[in-house]
């Protein structure tokens, strides 16, 4: 029993120390994510209207939503 | 009395910073230390006529390694820089490769006819290469020395270290080939 354990424990420790290691979005794999559609909303429509709102009082545009087209050199 | 031994060590600390190379001179990796750029033989297909090559092919030239996209504000700052810098140190054997990294090819192409480039552009749709070069953002750019080391890496564009950029490149290719 004892063994089988050790086998199993051993058997996913690379898996463990490997979990993190291939997560997240590499810098040149977010044209795809900082497109209009892949925004998290439910109401494209209002959420638009807010966006407007918000850059125009904000003085800056693009930054909102997932990417903003960033390319992550800043 | 006191107050000395603080002194001493400002002294010792400016003097250091003073006399460190990496202050004065460029901030090339030595030679000796400087790693093999990776992937050298991966065969990419160039604009315009599709042909496919590998950096191995152009070994023996300085090669400045750019990886792009299209919807990277920075790297569209850099084309003109690329292109001029293409022309002017051609000669001296300075190669510039752009690797475009967009996963729509279409959008590379249209951005290409916008911004003619002066150098050469490969297209990686399939990302093969900037994980293992250790892009970290976009461009990042790789300088690789005649025996096909990386030298120098610069993340981002920004217009006011273009000279240091150029420095590198024209340090590079003066240096004496072994």
Not at chain 2, 15 to 29: I, Q, V
Not at chain 2, 115 to 143: H, R
Not at chain 2, 152 to 160: I, K, P
Request: net charge neutral.
């Amino acid at each position: 029993m004892r063994k089988i354990i050790h086998i199993v424990g051993l058997l996913s420790l690379p898996i463990i120390v490997s979990g993190c290691s291939d997560m997240g979005v590499k810098p040149w794999e977010r044209d795809i994510l900082a497109q209009q559609e892949m925004n998290l909303i439910s109401d494209p429509i209002e959420s638009s209207l807010n966006d407007h709102i918000y850059f125009s009082k904000e003085a800056s545009s693009g930054g909102q939503g997932f990417g903003g087209g960033g390319c992550g050199c800043n | 009395m006191t107050k000395h031994p603080k002194c001493i060590l400002l002294a010792a600390l400016t003097g250091y910073l003073l006399l460190s190379s990496s202050l004065w001179a460029s901030d090339l990796t030595p030679s000796s230390t400087a790693k093999a750029a990776p992937h050298q033989a991966v065969m990419l297909p160039k604009y315009q006529t599709n042909q496919k090559v590998s950096l191995q092919m152009e070994k023996g030239k300085v090669i400045l390694v750019d990886f792009w996209a299209s919807w990277c504000g920075p790297c569209r700052e850099s084309f003109p820089w690329m292109t001029n810098i293409q022309a002017k140190y051609k000669g001296q054997g300075l190669k510039v490769i752009a690797i475009n990294l967009d996963q729509e090819k279409q959008q590379a192409l249209d951005f290409l006819k916008e911004f003619k480039p002066g150098f050469t552009v490969l297209f990686d749709t399939q990302a093969q290469l900037p994980e293992d070069f250790g892009v970290i953002g976009m461009p990042t750019s790789f300088l690789l020395d005649r025996q096909g080391k990386i030298r120098a890496t610069h993340v981002g564009f920004h217009q006011n270290n273009i000279n240091e950029y150029e420095a590198a490149i024209a340090e590079l290719l003066a240096e004496k080939g072994e």
